[in-house]
């Protein structure tokens, strides 16, 4: 059964990326969803932190990195995949990714953002190998599930619930809500993570 290391919203936390490395000895696969630095900046520092990770490492980008820069930044990283409305099987596991900020946040011209209608039609193709069970990666939290903020506002992804709905993943992995870091729920056998920056260590069923 793999073994696999959540993590999120880092934020140029070099303390933080230094624990992931020495987690990441420990699991089979090491799931990245997004917001590694801070309004577009600090990206590379974080990456050549990052990038001493030699466990496979599929990343999504969160709304303070743009899908391009992500990339660019992981040119150096052999053992990372970026996905941004994509799919791989990694490490036996099947994966669809999806990153920015769902739906469109407030924070004005830096963040990368997406609508709803967005991330409906980058999702709209996926599927999920479910050997041994797939995975759902995105920044954003789906609507109603580990993302309420510290006011206690539902600030989650409509188009992420529905994708739950229609590729059925063992398990989602997400962040960009801080008030929800760590928080799981559980919904139609479908495990939903908020990871947040400390690491989590989850095992996939057989």
């Given at each position: 059964m793999p073994r696999l290391l959540l993590f999120s919203d880092v934020h140029s936390d070099q303390q933080a990326c230094r624990r992931l490395f020495e987690q990441a000895k420990e699991v089979d696969l090491v799931i990245g969803a997004g917001d590694f630095c801070n309004m577009r900046r600090g990206l590379d520092s974080v990456i050549d932190t990052l990038k001493a990770i030699e466990t496979p490492?599929?990343?999504?980008?969160?709304?303070?990195?743009?899908?391009?820069?992500?990339?660019?930044?992981?040119?150096?990283?052999?053992?990372?995949?970026?996905?941004?409305?994509g799919e791989a099987t990694v490490a036996g596991v099947g994966v669809v990714g999806i990153?920015?900020?769902?739906?469109?946040?407030?924070?004005g011209d830096w963040s990368y953002d997406?609508?709803?209608?967005e991330a409906r039609d980058l999702l709209s193709?996926?599927?999920?190998?479910?050997?041994?069970?797939?995975?759902?990666v995105s920044h954003s939290p789906p609507k109603g599930l580990v993302d309420r903020d510290s006011s206690g506002a539902s600030l989650g992804s409509v188009a992420i619930?529905?994708?739950?709905?229609a590729l059925r993943p063992a398990l989602v992995v997400c962040g960009h809500i801080?008030?929800?870091?760590?928080?799981?729920?559980?919904?139609?056998?479908?495990t939903?993570?908020?990871?947040?920056?400390?690491?989590?260590?989850?095992?996939?069923?057989?």
């Open positions: 490492t599929i990343l999504v980008p969160g709304n303070a990195e743009s899908e391009d820069e992500l990339r660019s930044a992981c040119a150096v990283w052999p053992a990372a995949t970026v996905l941004h409305g990153g920015g900020g769902i739906p469109v946040t407030p924070f997406l609508t709803e209608e193709e996926r599927t999920l190998d479910r050997e041994p069970g797939g995975v759902l619930r529905e994708a739950m709905d801080h008030g929800s870091w760590g928080e799981e729920e559980t919904v139609d056998g479908m939903v993570i908020n990871a947040g920056p400390d690491g989590i260590i989850w095992t996939m069923d057989g």
